[in-house]
């Protein structure tokens, strides 16, 4: 009985050893992860090439899906222009053959499922496999919540969020099959914070950022193999002069002046090659945020009050 005692009591202790040992060498992996974070921020990682990549950008016929195609184009890509404005696509399309690059415009309603596949197959037929995908059309209407209609609401999530995998579901399977690609995801800043007229908005943004952090996720625990073949990146940009924002006001506007369109389009494909994973528009606003959330919510009131950011309302 001793004997048993004495070994059920030794294989307690050695199971806290192990627990203990693990816990230390977690910390000293965490730790190696965090000095590596500082490193890269730093000392930047080169930016791969992406010549010859053949990108998909939707809402490609103006604002920052313009820029962000314009952009591979001038670095070699073979730039595919996506937009439910067929002229505006085409537009894009002819300024990146002038370039001396291939490209084609294709229109589509991204929030339709039938059409986005059924596009997505002639693209494929016609240019070639999806090896980069930008995720970039949505729309953003601006009042309070109870003054959004229920067609409006579900017409921002068709476009703001369903669009996304409704085109993932489209070209994901063909990165997965052919170990290579990479998959870019324009959130928003307001996927980070909720903001006054902008609910619905928000909440699509947040899902956006929900889905790609999944996603990633999903494929270190179901496909380690391709964790550094197929990647994710999610960018969260501040406000941009795209037109969807029609009053916006800040006390400081030096320090947080409204985005040019094609800044943030050469930071979106900077970020890419790159392979961040998360990359906000300026840089500082995404730790900023999560900095943020270590206080209470009453914090978060009294820096916005201070800062003054509004995005007024739509005249009726």
């Not at 920052?64 to 399309?93: F, H, P, Q, W």
């Not at 990633?216 to 994710?232: C, I, M, N, T």
Request: aromatic share 8%; charged share 20%.
């Amino acid at each position: 009985m001793a004997e048993v005692a004495t070994g059920g009591l030794a294989g307690k202790i050695f199971g806290v050893l192990v627990a203990v040992l693990e816990v230390l060498w977690l910390q000293v992996r965490i730790y190696a992860e965090v000095f590596r974070g500082v490193y890269l921020t730093l000392v930047p990682p080169p930016e791969k090439s992406v010549a010859g990549e053949v990108v998909l950008v939707t809402g490609a016929g103006h604002g920052i899906g313009r820029e962000v195609a314009l952009k591979y184009g001038s670095l070699g890509a073979t730039v595919v222009c996506m937009d439910i404005n067929e002229k505006g696509a085409a537009e894009t399309a002819k300024d990146i053959k002038g370039m001396g690059v291939k490209s084609a415009a294709y229109k589509c309603d991204v929030s339709n499922r039938d059409e986005v596949l059924a596009v997505a197959k002639k693209i494929t037929q016609e240019v070639g496999p999806v090896t980069v995908l930008v995720n970039n059309a949505g729309i953003m209407p601006t009042k309070p919540f109870l003054e959004h209609t229920p067609e409006e609401i579900e017409r921002i999530f068709d476009i703001n969020m369903l669009a996304h995998c409704w085109l993932l579901q489209a070209f994901l399977p063909s990165m997965m099959e052919r170990k290579h690609g990479h998959v870019v995801a324009v959130s928003s800043m307001c996927g980070q914070a909720g903001t006054t007229n902008l609910a619905p908005y928000c909440a699509s943004k947040y899902a956006v950022r929900g889905f790609m952090e999944s996603l990633a996720v999903e494929q270190y625990d179901l496909r380690p193999d391709l964790v550094d073949k197929v990647r994710f990146t999610t960018i969260y940009p501040y406000m941009v002069n795209t037109g969807l924002v029609k009053s916006h006001s800040v006390r400081f506007g030096g320090f947080m002046p409204i985005l040019n369109p094609a800044e943030v389009g050469a930071e979106i494909v900077s970020a890419m090659r790159r392979n961040e994973t998360e990359v906000s528009v300026p840089g500082w606003m995404f730790h900023f945020f999560r900095f943020m959330r270590l206080y209470p919510t009453s914090v978060a009131f009294m820096i916005r009050d201070y800062l003054q950011v509004k995005i007024e309302g739509e005249k009726k």
